[in-house]
């Protein structure tokens, strides 16, 4: 092989390396919106893949109930036409008619319901959280604090179109911010919701199936647990005043390696000793 040849291909593996260092440095994005999408946001969380299944189901069976009642009243055009029945029925009731079109719509709304319901609460308490994320809507941006971690808070405001575009250009159009809400991959985390001022918000982030309405002077609770690592988007979705279209939700999924650096990294610049955790953070806050 030629000294050229060898040097052309160590080049070659230089820059693949590097490349791959670049790439593994920056979380691919992920949750956003596609054009011509139709349907849901694909899932990113376990509550998510049992939203889409329930939803899956759901379609079924009201496809089912469609296509029987357009069959009945088709039926009902044709056999009934003045001109082939000529003499109406006198008939005014029909008991047995009666019970069965009462009784089977009640049983298939409770066979909804149960599943329905479980999801629900599925979706409600997270069991066996790593920690807490605190999230509060104000007019008009969010905070995260991580009570858990020494309760540093993150700020997240949406960035204008021109910072947008000298800071974040590959970032999607009124959805990025200046500073994502951080969370480690395939952890389950509790968000805890409420809301300061006046308004209430909705923090709600598509493909995690999570829709979590903050209002001021309570707690809602919601879990998440996102398999992959990446930016995800979504957007309060209460009306909550003039600039509720611009109070988006960024989330950057990482590492729990990434996490932990993140972690400590505000930490100290929230000016918490390094090694602050819940029981030995000052109490005076
Ligand atoms: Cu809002």
């Known amino acids: 092989m030629s000294g050229t040849r060898v040097l052309s291909i160590l080049g070659i593996v230089v820059i693949a390396t590097l490349g791959a260092a670049g790439m593994a440095a920056a979380q691919p994005i992920v949750g956003v919106p596609h054009e011509w ?13 049992r939203v889409e299944s329930l939803h899956d189901i759901l ?24 001109a082939r029945n000529t003499t109406p029925s006198t008939t005014t009731h029909h008991t047995a008619l009666e019970i069965a079109w009462t009784v089977i719509p009640i049983l298939i709304l409770v066979g909804i319901a149960i599943p329905s319901f479980r999801l629900l609460y599925y979706s409600d308490k997270a069991v066996a959280a790593a920690f807490t994320i605190k999230v509060t ?23 204008p179109e021109a910072e947008r575009l000298k800071q974040k250009p590959t970032m999607p159009r009124m959805l990025a ?64 005043g003039d600039n509720h279209s611009y109070m988006p939700i960024a989330v950057r999924v990482v590492s729990k390696d990434v996490f932990d ?25």
């Open 37 to 49: 999408q139709v349907g849901f946001p694909a899932s990113y969380t376990p509550v998510m893949d």
């Open 261 to 285: 650096k993140w972690v400590e990294q505000k930490k100290k610049s929230a000016g918490l000793m390094p090694a602050t955790d819940v029981a030995s953070a000052p109490t005076n806050r």
């Open 137 to 159: 809507g104000l007019q008009w941006y969010w905070t995260y604090n991580y009570p858990d971690h020494g309760d540093f808070a993150v700020e997240s405001r949406m960035l």
């Open 177 to 240: 911010v200046d500073e994502e809400m951080v969370i480690p991959k395939g952890t389950t985390i509790r968000v805890v919701g409420t809301a300061s001022g006046l308004s209430m918000h909705g923090w709600t982030v598509p493909g995690f199936g999570i829709k979590k309405t903050v209002i001021p002077g309570r707690l809602n609770e919601g879990w998440i647990n996102v398999r992959n690592e990446g930016y995800y988007f979504g957007q309060c979705s209460q009306i909550c």
């Open 59 to 82: 379609l079924v069976i009201i496809t089912l109930i469609s296509l029987f009642v357009l069959v009945l009243l088709v039926y009902a055009v044709w056999r009934f036409h003045a």
